[in-house]
């Protein structure tokens, strides 16, 4: 596990799901897409997006 979870809240989004960036761009938080906290049905998201 990774610290991301440390109190069940996603440091980046602060549990919003999404993320501001600095020129006030608002992008889905691709932690949250990626750990499938979004995803109560617990189906799959493409990979399409999300850079490693
Ligand atoms: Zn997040």
């Known amino acids: ?3 991301e979870n440390h109190n069940g ?3 980046k989004c602060k549990g919003s ?3 501001q ?3 006030g761009t608002v992008q ?3 932690d949250c897409l990626n750990g ?3 995803d ?7 990979d399409h997006n999300i850079k490693l």
Do not use: F
């Open 1 to 3: 596990m990774t610290e």
């Open 9 to 11: 809240v996603c440091p």
């Open 17 to 19: 799901l999404r993320v």
């Open 21 to 23: 960036k600095a020129d």
């Open 28 to 30: 889905p938080c691709w």
């Open 36 to 38: 499938g906290k979004m």
């Open 40 to 46: 109560v049905h617990s189906k799959k998201l493409p």
